[in-house]
């Protein structure tokens, strides 16, 4: 399985989580980063054919971003508008996405506390990054649960660094596909009917 990492951070230099994590993605077998930010350069400019075949090579597409005002950095929603085009992400003949897996990996600086009802965010994560769950099926990819990092802002090195062998380890999961696991769990009930209390 090839991964695709477009990372949107305004600046990576100046990054906590995000560069951690660009960095541990850029050695991980199989996974190709790219900072949109140095590619796109000041005026968010994007070569779309070369956006556009780097997609149609890899299998899984991950966009990494800090979460900035409950969305994303404006680099990537530049990337989206110009390389998700009609024709090759939508529209007549325009399903060339369909069939790969999507995902996002996000860190925030409220706590995970605050990202549910009753929390001072409101509002759980599922629901702030559903334009990013549409995109995925409009485009026909099938959206993978989020890797999220909570307080980060104020987070120390060692819990920085905590978060990278999760990271990793959700975004080379090659089971992470909904009807995998729902797949996996129903052979072991096959195998096992005994088990069906402890999973329905
Ligand atoms: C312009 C801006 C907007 C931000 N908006 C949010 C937000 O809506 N929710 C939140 O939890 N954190 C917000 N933060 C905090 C960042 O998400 C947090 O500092 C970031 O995830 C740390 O990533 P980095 O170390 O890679 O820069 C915001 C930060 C900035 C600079």
Same mark, same amino acid.
């Given at each position: 399985m090839k991964t695709l990492v477009l990372t949107a951070h305004p600046d990576l230099g100046k990054s906590r989580i995000n560069r951690l994590?660009?960095?541990a993605l850029s050695d991980a077998e199989s996974v190709t980063t790219r900072d949109l930010t140095t590619i796109g350069g000041a005026t968010f400019t994007f070569d779309i054919e070369a956006e556009q075949a780097l997609l149609l090579a890899h299998d899984r597409i991950v966009f990494q971003f800090p979460f900035y005002w409950y969305s994303a950095p404006p680099v990537l929603k530049a990337w989206m508008d110009q390389?998700? *085009?009609?024709? +090759?992400?939508?529209?007549p003949g325009g399903h060339k996405l369909a069939g790969r897996e999507f995902l996002t990996l996000v860190s925030t600086g409220g706590p995970a506390d605050s990202y549910?009802?009753?929390?001072?965010?409101?509002y759980a994560?599922?629901? +702030?990054?559903?334009? +990013?769950?549409?995109?995925?099926n409009l485009t026909g990819m099938t959206y993978l649960r989020p890797f999220v990092a909570h307080g980060m802002a104020v987070a120390d090195a060692a819990k920085l660094e905590?978060?990278?062998?999760?990271?990793?380890?959700?975004?080379?999961?090659?089971?992470l596909d909904p009807k995998i696991k729902q797949a996996?769990?129903?052979?072991?009930?096959a195998e096992d009917p *005994?088990?069906?209390?402890?999973v329905s």
């Open positions: 994590w660009f960095d390389v998700l *085009s009609y024709g +090759f992400a939508y529209g549910h009802a009753g929390g001072y965010n409101n994560m599922d629901e +702030f990054l559903k334009p +990013f769950q549409q995109t995925a905590a978060t990278v062998p999760d990271m990793l380890a959700h975004l080379t999961d090659p089971a996996r769990i129903n052979k072991a009930l *005994s088990k069906a209390a402890a």
